[in-house]
């Protein structure tokens, strides 16, 4: 009994803190009858929001988002990071600032640690159809020091 | 269980526990010992108790402390920045923060304030930066914190604050430098609301007014009040209310007025050159303007009035081409980034001292300027092209010190910087260089201390290209290549470089004397290149030689020279390389083990052969297993060595072994020879020669019994033959040859032989054929044929190895069937006998 008492003692105090945070939930930005799109938060540390305003194979140039996130760095700088993949492989790549440190675009720019950042407004995107198919997207969002502050997995699937 | 027992327990999953989390200011992470600690989003409820009172730095962001009571931080008094964004405080009691008397920094970001006691900040009498964004707060009055005297920063951005009202104890926070006000719900400003600014001028106070709803500005509410900076965008919501605004601040003198709007807010639709107009009622040292999404040409004309502000900068506006007014502006400064326009501003005779022009879209040509005092020209991210570059000609000026040409289209280098000699920094990376391989370009640039020319296309095939250049001390190069993908002996005259970036340049090799006249060089970058092997020779006479950075290429081992060309090496960074953790290596692997410390994330450096090695870290190779597998291939080798020898000596001394163990004593028995020896006389000389020299001479000693020799005279032959031969022999020796054959006697002899053999039971019949015989002759002696077909003989070979293989055979078999003692051999040649007769 003693032995069975410390043995489990031992393994309550000893083993690690479950730090392994079940995924975020996956979320619908956009879906109508041949486009969906779907994302999945993949920073650790948090979920975030976002939704386009129009859903259709005919993307449209200057797409209207919606994006709401709590910052858990100070953004001076922002760049965005898109990578697009088919069956896994990568067919696009680009990286896009958003933030500079002189005169900012954006007015979420220069915000702090713990501000709530909300942003509804065009993205600056080139109209274009969306062939059939499905893809993933890899998005990030990283400050001046490589802090990455939003990170999303999107999976487009256009029937 | 008894409670002693339990509390042992206890006392040993405890001491279990502190061996595995050392770190006593678990969950929190220690980033500066005993100065930085990080305790973000922990899920702490209250503030952790064993955190080093050293602590300087604390970061308790996101954590759920709700409750800031009475001295929660009295412990932390060397506290200098206290981080509590997002940490759900609703109530701040009296003196929570009392105690700390060094806190510079308090960041309250995010948190639900409902109960701010008056005297929440008391005891903060070193705080110089407090940001209080999104803490629902209304009124600056019911703000307390009139003491804070020494308070350099207020950011209450994002809250609800209704009025600009600048309460009374702003009078007492003499060093306020920055007021951030944005994003609240301030509509109106009174004359009233700036009235402590008239009592107490805070001359170095910036104020951000952006994102309020603005609608009014009561006209003389700035009149006579002098500020560092004011900032106002996304103010209005139409072009009249930004114009009656903009005429309210009249009176205001600034050093800084930022205009203009965000992307993402409230715009002005519309404007007019009269929505502006109002500027010229303030005084103004530099004026910015940003994102007007409807600026328009004339709107810029408006600006006339602010001629003689001293720098203007304009950024993301529409202009199609701003010519007129910026030959208008008497300023110092022109800034102009990411702005619409169709052609390259024609800019002459102004008296601009720096010139910023990039990130413009809609211009692809450079045109000549004509800026006599220009100093400072950044001209970079415009996709520009320029025909011809650079000298005096081209930019008018005699002064340039600083030029920025980077991340444009091609530039071609036809003039080597005439004019342009007080250049110091130089910038073309990521534009396409064209002609510099053809003459030494940079040849009068004497005082240029930084050079960029990374991704520029250059293929270096000219050994001159960085003549002249006896100031550099900066030469970035990364991203182009060399001719033969060797580095060859550019930087003769740069005496003075202490960075040079080489990466991505394709190099495989370095010529001995490429750093022989670098002697300051303090940081070298070959990272991305493709060496085969870390050769330091080259670096010999780089005794400042402090960085150096070898990472991503192919590198196996080093060459063997390793630091005894590296003397005052400080970080050497060969990650991402592919090592070959083998023994042939050790040494070079034994010094990356040495000397750990200098390397750059030294458990990154991986291993890529051996195949059983892939992947794992070069510090986890044991170089022991080399010295082992050393031995043991010694040792075997000595052993099979010493095997084979044993097996010789024992093949060699087979007979000698035999005799000195005993096991075949040789003992003749009751017999005086070992054999009679039956043979045609004929035969003679090879039984004289051979067999008797072989048997008697060698080891063991046989006795044979010869007729010439042993036969006693005067008895007849065959009396000698039985009596001498068989009577006293063991084995009878046959030495078959055609002579024996043809001769009587020895056919007598033989069946004699054959007889005695029989009727004694004595020795057994050893055949040898001397030569070959026909089958017809030997047929005559039908016993003898038949004999010898049944029987194993031994045939005589005139060659060594056919003699040897004879004579051991003929001693083994003169050996064979020799006992011990005289009894027993008596019975075994019974026993031998029985068994011949039975076949």
């Known amino acids: 009994m003693k032995t069975f008492i410390a043995a489990f003692l031992i393994w309550t105090l000893a083993s690690p803190r479950d730090n392994c945070l079940s995924a975020w939930p996956t979320h619908t930005a956009c879906k109508s009858g041949n486009l969906e799109v779907l994302y999945q938060s993949c920073d650790p540390s948090q979920d975030f929001g976002f939704s386009f305003d129009q859903c259709s194979k005919e993307i449209k140039p200057n797409l209207s988002i919606k994006f709401g996130l709590i910052l858990r760095e100070d953004i001076k700088e922002l760049f965005l990071d898109v990578a697009l993949f088919v069956k896994g492989v990568s067919f696009l790549n680009f990286s896009y600032p958003i933030c500079e440190e002189d005169l900012p675009k954006f007015s979420f720019c220069g915000r702090r640690k713990g501000e709530q950042i909300y942003y509804a407004g065009p993205v600056n995107n080139p109209g274009f159809e969306v062939p059939e198919g499905e893809y993933q997207a890899l998005l990030e969002l990283y400050d001046e020091k490589r802090f990455v502050l939003a990170c999303a997995n999107a999976t487009i699937i256009r029937s | 269980m008894a409670p002693t027992s339990l509390a042992g327990i206890l006392i040993t999953a405890m001491a279990f526990l502190s061996c595995l989390r050392p770190e006593s200011w678990d969950p929190c992470v220690q980033v500066v ?5 990080q305790c973000m989003d922990q899920a702490l409820n209250r503030i952790p108790d064993n955190i080093p009172t050293s602590a300087k730095i604390l970061d308790l962001s996101f954590n759920p402390l709700k409750h800031l009571s009475r001295r929660s931080f009295s412990n932390f008094s060397e506290l200098q920045v206290l981080d509590l964004s997002r940490c759900e405080i609703k109530i701040i009691e009296d003196d929570a923060y009392q105690g700390l008397h060094n806190l510079c920094v308090l960041i309250l970001t995010g948190n639900p304030i409902q109960s701010l006691a008056l005297g929440a900040f008391s005891g903060l009498s070193s705080l110089q930066k407090l940001v209080a964004v999104e803490i629902n707060l209304e009124y600056l009055e019911d703000f307390p914190i009139g003491h804070l005297k020494t308070l350099k920063e207020l950011n209450v951005a994002h809250n609800s604050i209704k009025s600009l009202k600048l309460p009374d104890y702003f009078a007492s926070l003499h060093n306020l430098e920055h007021l951030d006000l944005s994003n609240n719900q301030i509509q109106n400003i009174h004359h009233k609301d700036l009235k402590v600014l008239h009592q107490v001028p805070l001359l170095k106070l910036s104020v951000d007014l952006s994102l309020n709803p603005i609608e009014i500005i009561e006209p003389g509410a700035f009149r006579e009040i002098k500020l560092h900076e004011l900032t106002m965008r996304s103010n209005f919501n139409s072009k009249d209310v930004m114009k009656t605004c903009i005429q309210g601040l009249a009176g205001l003198k600034t050093d800084r007025l930022v ?20 500027l010229c009622n303030l005084t103004i040292e530099e004026f910015h303007v940003a994102h007007f999404d409807y600026f328009s040409e004339n709107t810029i004309d408006s600006f006339n009035c602010l001629a ?18 910026l030959n208008n502006f008497r300023g110092q400064q022109l800034k102009l980034v990411n702005c619409r326009s169709n052609v390259f501003p024609q800019l002459r005779h102004l008296p601009l001292k720096k010139f910023v022009y990039t990130e413009n879209k809609g211009v692809s040509t450079f045109q000549n300027i004509e800026l006599p005092n220009l100093e400072f020209l950044d001209l970079s991210n415009n996709g520009l092209s320029f025909k011809q570059c650079c000298s005096h000609i081209h930019l008018g000026t005699n002064k340039l010190m600083h030029l920025d040409m980077s991340f444009n289209d091609v530039i071609n280098i036809g003039k080597n910087f005439l004019g342009l000699e007080k250049l110091e920094y130089l910038d073309f990376q990521h534009s396409t260089l064209k002609g ?10 004497k005082n240029l201390y930084y050079l960029d020319i990374s991704y520029t296309h250059t293929h270096v095939d000219f050994y001159g290209i960085f003549s002249g ?7 970035k190069m990364a991203g182009n290549s060399f001719q033969d993908n060797n580095l060859p002996n550019i930087f003769t005259e740069l005496a003075n470089l202490t960075f040079l970036d080489l990466s991505k340049c394709q190099l495989q090799q370095i010529s001995l004397k490429a750093f022989n006249s670098t ?32 990472s991503f290429n192919h590198i196996v081992a080093s060459k063997g020279q390793e630091l005894q060309h590296l003397p005052n090496i400080v970080s050497l960074n060969l990650t991402r390389n592919e090592f070959a953790c083998s023994c042939e290596h050790q040494s070079f692997l034994q010094w990356v083990k040495d000397q750990q410390q200098l390397f750059v994330e030294v458990e990154n450096m991986l291993c890529t052969t051996p195949l059983y090695m892939q992947g794992m870290p070069l510090l986890s190779f ?38 000195l163990a005993g096991c075949k004593k040789y003992h003749r028995g009751g017999s005086t020879y070992d054999a009679f020896v039956i043979y045609s006389s004929q035969d003679e000389d090879w039984v004289r020669n051979e067999l008797v020299k072989n048997l008697e001479e060698g080891v063991p000693r046989f006795q044979l019994c010869l007729h010439y020799r042993d036969f006693i005279p005067g008895v007849a032959i065959a009396a000698n033959i039985i009596q001498e031969g068989f009577h006293k022999s063991r084995k009878v020796i046959v030495v078959v040859s055609r002579h024996f054959i043809q001769s009587r006697w020895c056919i007598f002899e033989y069946e004699i032989a054959q007889t005695w053999q029989f009727l004694s039971s004595r020795a057994g019949i050893i055949f040898i054929i001397l030569q070959k015989i026909e089958k017809s002759l030997l047929r005559q002696q039908v016993e003898l044929y038949r004999l010898l077909n049944r029987n194993t003989y031994l045939e005589w070979e005139d060659n060594a190895l056919g003699r040897h293989i004879f004579w051991r055979r003929l001693k083994k ?18 026993n031998h006998q029985e068994a011949t007769t039975s076949n």
């Not at chain 2, 010992?33 to 600690?37: A, D, K």
């Not at chain 2, 205009?259 to 109002?278: A, C, M």
């Not at chain 2, 510099?436 to 640039?445: C, D, E, G, K, T």
Request: proline share 5%; hydrophobic share 45%.
């Open chain 2, 33 to 37: 010992p005993n100065i930085t600690y």
């Open chain 2, 259 to 278: 205009l203009g709007e965000y992307k993402n807010e409230r715009n002005v639709e519309k404007f007019d050159k009269f929505v502006l107009e109002g």
């Open chain 2, 308 to 325: 003689n502000v001293s720098a203007i900068s304009l950024v993301s506006l529409n202009l199609d081409d701003p010519s007129y007014f």
């Open chain 2, 436 to 445: 510099i391989n053809q003459f030494s370009v940079f040849l009068p640039l």
């Open chain 2, 469 to 475: 250049l006896i100031s550099l001390q900066v030469l």
């Open chain 2, 519 to 550: 002697p300051r060089l303090q940081l070298l970058n070959m990272s991305h290149n493709n060496f085969m092997l870390l050769d330091t020779l080259p670096y010999k006479l780089l005794y400042s030689l402090q960085v150096l950075d070898y």
């Open chain 2, 622 to 659: 044991r170089n022991t297993t080399c010295g082992m597998s050393k031995t043991a291939i010694g040792v075997s080798v000595f052993m099979v060595l010493m095997v084979s020898v044993v097996v010789f000596l024992i093949y060699k001394f087979y007979f000698h072994l035999m005799l």
């Open chain 2, 813 to 830: 078999a003169l050996l064979d069937g020799k006992p011990w003692n005289p009894e027993e051999t008596e019975d075994s040649e019974n």
